[in-house]
């Protein structure tokens, strides 16, 4: 079953290769939505897929790439968009 999930990271997520890491781990998971860099110094993503596999992306998120440091991984579920790719914003 599809399904699309708002995700909020907090902490050391700016200028530490989130947005290709995640671009990257989103394709791996055949992952769609987008992600990007917020003023407030947050990453906001936006991901759908199929269920297990956004459980893989989001368990994902709460680590992230080596250099970052995810203080807080909020996420709140949305209606499915069927987005056909994804993309930096």
């Not at 989001?58 to 790719?85: F, M, Q, Y």
Request: aromatic share 10%; net charge neutral; proline share 4%.
């Amino acid at each position: 079953m599809k399904k699309h999930v708002n995700i909020r990271l907090t902490g050391k997520v700016q200028n530490v290769g989130f947005r290709y890491a995640a671009l990257k781990t989103a394709e791996k998971y055949d992952v769609k939505g987008f992600v990007k860099n917020e003023p407030d110094g947050t990453v906001y993503i936006e991901a759908e897929g199929e269920e297990p596999k956004i459980n893989h992306f989001i368990a994902w998120c709460h680590d992230g790439p080596a250099w970052a440091r995810v203080d807080r991984v909020d996420t709140s579920e949305a209606p499915v968009d069927n987005l056909k790719e994804f993309r930096i914003a």
